[in-house]
């Protein structure tokens, strides 16, 4: 294999071609970009949804949840997990679990 031609055809950082990727950073997300924060919010919603565990630790120490999915949050985001009104949520996310089996799911170990 000859190491000195790409293995596909995206840019080589020392191309000419401009980057499709965002320029911008967000500047409460350590300057991840904005795609980087929101696919993180949303795995952390993904999980709060199916595992009622993480759900109940990311009320109570949201910090320390998001941690276990090695996800570092801006402090402008974790005050907006730590003001949700989880009374609001609580109902809604418990039937979505139960109603497609996903604390059963997890427990068999998927």
Known sequence: MNTDEPMDDRPTPDSNQESTE??????????????????????????????????????????????TLHITLGEEDLSRIRDLDWSSIDEPAAA???????????????
């Open 22 to 67: 965002p320029s911008g950073t967000y500047p409460q997300g350590g300057g991840s970009t904005a795609t980087e924060r929101e696919l993180a919010l949303r795995m952390i919603a993904s999980r709060a949804l199916a595992d009622t565990a993480f759900y109940e630790q990311l009320k109570q120490d949201p910090e320390a949840a998001i941690a």
């Open 96 to 110: 979505l679990r139960r109603q497609l089996g996903f604390d059963r799911t997890l427990q068999a170990g998927w």
